[in-house]
């Protein structure tokens, strides 16, 4: 037979094919015989003899070697490119049957015999390996191919058309006992060429399984050198029929088979995928099991993982607004109170800037600090804050410099509570206190009368002495200080008798008497009596205001304000809030009293941050609670709220209710109504994504050699950097040389000296985060800091499964890529998966479906969900995980562009963050017709 008249997928015995090929299995290797037929009744395969019980495969694709023309199955292209004008352009369906170092003795294969079908038999005649095909309908016995150790059954279809739908006679249900049935007996040959050929078969079906049994059972590994009847070994087979998992597997367990080549003295990869030659040549792999079966070692990426919290350095742009607020809100003529929003979704930094605008203020603020105030001043200042009434405010100060005292609230370290909002005016009381000390703020509170509390300007700011009876205080304690001490001292001299009063009498001889009991000491006792008397009549009339100053001294405000609370419905009874403004005006009033007294300016900065991770209708409450208690006039208050406002404006919508409805009122007007300044956080540059990952990389480098003092941050009790102790340029550069190593330019040189290569443990994290750096990946990742981190992650523990592994399946630029697609895109993805699978299990049961082929572009299976999308009753909770689709689309063309499916159903496999509830979420959709 001439070689024109083979057909192309009767050229290679062992060459890339989309479909199964049928090997031999334990129990048919020591029986030898084997036994398949599909039944078209039953829409399966029947492996076996049925009298011994036999197993099934459903649908007839799910053991095709190969197929052509069939409509909503394949490609509808010519099947033959060498001229063969007999079956040019007709539908056809092959299957192969490979039995290894088996060869035919006997047998037969009886086919159905029908108008519409022609069969055809091809194989190699052993050891010449000349080619024989025949034609044939019904029954054909096996005596002239004995010696063959592979068959090639192909049915054709000459009057097919494609529009016509799948062939009759392969629909499940067709009236026929069976559209084919072999029966072959086998006998097994030890010759070199045999062993190359089973080993070859285990490899083409990527059966590693299988391959590590023959190697344990029935040959040793100088076999698995043997070239097969193709001149190839096992290793050549693997990577030409990109088993890639099969290649990976034996060149991590016997490395020496990347020196062995073929009968054409190439390479075990030369005919593999250009992506397998690039992962062959560039990295190491090596055998990994025993450390999977008892893993002790640490094996290092040269990256560590990253948490939530910021990097330290601002690589995202935030401190221009940082300084920018910062200088806003440094002025002594700024009025207050005042409230500044910043706007932006979660992960935009929000967190960060708040930190960063502190630790800004704190360093404005440095200069008054680091004056020390002297203690008689202090006392000074106590003296007046108990004697004098409270001074008018004062707004125009004549020096520059201010001081601010910090209030840190993390709402949600308070979710928990009923009263979330309580949590920040403890901290407010609690943080004032802490500045104006502990005397200090306890006197003011006993001598505060809720009166002196208002918020008044006068026009004579000279202090006013607090007077009873029309007699200052200050005075009544200097004359209650004098008797007292007067009345102490007499009662010291009379009871140890240093003062006798005597007075003479003169008896009728002449002599004196001495008695004590004279007008003198009578009047001295009458004049300590009536001191007791005033002072004892003074402390029983003010036995309740000294009773509670001596309560309100023992105890703080935070811990007033929180008995408060606690009580049981508290919150509804009347003055409640009342009370609570009444704590936030003292502290308030206080700190107004020292600002003016040190003739500084000081403020009140506080800071809310997660306020939009917490309960909305909390969230709303901590809201109104800012409205109402720090908002009074004068006071020195400076709020900033962080808050995404797609979440708040929500929940003020919510909270109102029919009323906002109504009248046309978002939660966005709200917002506006007690918010004076926004500032929105704009999304990232995608030079500001570069910069970021930058200092992530250096930050998350794992630092070996450098020593731990180096890593040292200093923070206060607010999570703000105090003094940072930075790793020199020179001990991270020696790290780097340790950890790393140069980034390859991919050459395209297929030829490539494998031992010319070095790399190391490294390698792989390496390159990839050289691709996530590409300005055009990180061009489609949402501006947020959270999402590059996010990846960073992703990409680090990917390089660990790597390395766990043995070394990596793909490469970087495609790993990267798809990372970036299933994190931006998350449903989309799971959409695509779902059509890719769902498609492929319809055409294994010979079910109509679309055209899906593994060689399809990525983008052309987002065609096909684009309808799925765009259905009334889809789920939009699900489609807002995603990004903007507009670049998903221009990703997967211009990005994406060679991805193809058959590199989808690989990586998916080996993707740590592919969320398969999602995909689940699609599936039961779809199977509750709700898709």
Not at 266 to 293: C, G, H, I, N
Not at 464 to 476: A, D, E, H, L, Q
Not at 755 to 783: A, I, R
Not at 906 to 922: A, G, K, R, V
Request: hydrophobic share 40%.
């Amino acid at each position: 037979m001439a070689l024109g008249e083979i057909l192309p997928h009767e050229r290679q015995r062992y060459c890339y094919s989309h479909g199964s090929v049928f090997t031999l299995d334990s129990l048919e290797r020591r029986q030898g015989e084997f036994q398949l037929q599909y039944s078209s009744k039953c829409g399966r395969y029947e492996r076996g003899d049925k009298s011994k019980g036999f197993s099934t495969i459903p649908g007839w694709k799910t053991g095709a070697f190969h197929y052509e023309g069939i409509s909503n199955i394949g490609s509808e292209e010519k099947i033959l490119q060498n001229g063969d004008v007999q079956h040019e352009g007709k539908a056809f369906v092959a299957w192969k049957f490979d039995f290894g170092a088996f060869r035919v003795n006997a047998g037969k294969i009886k086919c159905l015999s029908h108008p519409s079908v022609q069969w055809r038999l091809f194989t190699r005649i052993e050891p010449t390996g000349n080619p024989w095909n025949t034609h044939f309908t019904g029954t054909h016995h096996l005596g002239d191919v004995r010696g063959a150790s592979f068959l090639i059954l192909t049915a054709i279809f000459p009057t097919h058309k494609p529009t016509d739908g799948i062939p009759s006679i392969l629909k499940e249900g067709y009236d026929a006992c069976h559209l084919f049935k072999v029966c072959v007996n086998l006998e097994r040959h030890q010759q070199p060429v045999d062993k190359g050929n089973d080993l070859s078969a285990a490899a083409m079906t990527n059966d590693i399984d299988k391959i590590e049994e023959f190697l344990q059972a029935d040959y040793c590994l100088d076999d698995l050198t043997a070239l097969n009847s193709e001149g190839d070994t096992a290793l050549h087979v693997a990577f030409k029929c990109r088993s890639n998992e099969m290649g990976i597997h034996l060149i991590q367990k016997y490395p020496e088979l990347k020196g062995v080549v073929n009968k054409n003295s190439e390479k075990p990869w030369s005919s593999a995928s250009k992506k397998m030659k690039r992962l062959v040549e560039t990295y190491k792999f090596e055998d990994t099991q025993e450390q999977r079966e008892e893993y002790n070692e640490k094996r290092s990426v040269g990256y560590d993982l990253r948490n939530d919290r910021d990097i330290g350095k601002d690589a995202i742009g935030h401190d221009y607004y940082a300084k920018g607020i910062a200088n806003a809100l440094f002025s002594t003529r700024l009025p207050t109170p005042l409230t500044l929003g910043i706007f932006g979704p979660w992960g935009s930094g929000k967190t960060f800037l708040l930190k960063r605008l502190r630790t800004t203020m704190k360093g404005m603020a440095s200069g008054y600090r680091t004056k020390r105030a002297k203690v008689w001043s202090e006392l000074k200042l106590l003296f007046r804050i108990i004697f004098f009434y409270p001074p008018p405010p004062k707004m125009n100060f004549k020096t520059k410099e201010m001081d601010f005292i910090f209030v840190t609230f993390n709402a949600w370290e308070f979710a928990g509570c009923d009263c979330l909002w309580a949590g920040l005016v403890t901290k407010l009381v609690s943080k004032v206190e802490s500045y104006a000390g502990y005397w200090k703020t306890r006197f003011f509170r006993i001598v505060a009368k809720e009166s002196e509390l208002k918020w008044r300007k006068q026009k004579d700011s000279s202090l006013k002495p607090r007077k009873t009876f029309g007699i200052p205080n200050f005075v009544w304690i200097i004359i209650v200080l004098i008797i007292l001490v007067i009345a102490v001292v007499l009662a010291a001299l009379i009871g140890t008798g240093t003062l006798v009063y005597t007075s003479e009498n003169f008896n009728s001889t002449g002599n004196s008497t001495a008695s004590g009991d004279g007008p003198l000491e009578t009047g001295l006792i009458a004049i300590e009596g009536a001191l007791a008397t005033v002072l004892g009549g003074a402390v029983i009339i003010n036995i309740r205001n000294v009773g509670n100053g001596v309560m309100t001294f023992s105890r703080s405000q935070k811990a007033k304000i929180e008995g408060m609370i606690n009580k049981p419905d508290m919150h509804s009874k009347l003055g409640f809030m009342a009370s609570v403004k009444k704590e936030v005006l003292i502290a308030a009033r206080l700190v107004s009293w020292i600002s003016r007294y040190r003739e500084v300016p000081i403020r009140i900065l506080i800071t809310v941050d997660d306020l939009d991770r917490c309960n909305r209708k909390k969230a709303v409450e901590v809201i109104e609670a800012i409205t109402v208690l720090l908002s009074d006039e004068y006071c020195p208050f400076i709020c900033v709220l962080a808050v995404d406002p797609r979440i708040i404006s929500q929940a003020i919508e919510e909270n109102l209710g029919k009323v906002a409805k109504n009248a046309y009122l978002t939660g966005h007007e709200y917002l506006k109504k007690f918010i004076q300044v926004t500032c929105c956080i704009p999304p990232m540059s995608t030079r500001s994504k570069m910069k970021f990952l930058e200092h992530l990389k250096e930050e998350a480098r794992t630092k070996q050699d450098i020593e731990d003092s180096s890593d040292v941050v200093e923070e206060d009790e607010d999570g703000d950097i105090e003094e940072a102790k930075k790793p020199s340029w020179t001990a991270l550069r020696n790290a780097a040389e340790i950890t790393t190593r140069p980034f390859r330019c991919w050459s395209g040189n297929d030829s490539t000296d494998l031992t010319e290569v070095v790399v190391d443990d490294n390698s792989y994290m390496e390159d990839l985060l050289h691709e996530l750096h590409d300005k055009n990946v990180l061009y489609y990742m949402s501006g947020n800091p959270r999402t590059i981190k996010r990846v960073f992650n992703l990409l680090c523990l990917t390089a660990h499964m790597a390395t766990v592994r043995g070394g990596p399946k793909f490469l970087p630029r495609d790993m990267v890529l798809w990372t970036v697609l299933v994190d931006q895109w998350p449903y989309r993805t799971n959409q695509m998966i779902h059509c890719i699978e769902d498609n492929i299990q319809r055409q294994e049961l010979g079910i109509q479906a679309e055209k899906i082929k593994p060689s399809m572009k990525l983008k052309e299976v987002m065609k096909l969900v684009k309808d799925r999308l765009q259905r009334p009753k889809d789920w939009q909770m699900l489609m807002a995980l995603d990004s903007d689709p507009e670049m998903l689309v221009r990703f997967l063309t211009h990005e994406m562009k060679d991805f193809e499916i058959r590199d989808v159903m690989e990586i998916m496999h080996h993707t740590p963050h592919l969320d398969q509830s999602i995909l689940f979420s699609i599936s039961h959709a779809q199977a509750c017709n709700i898709d």
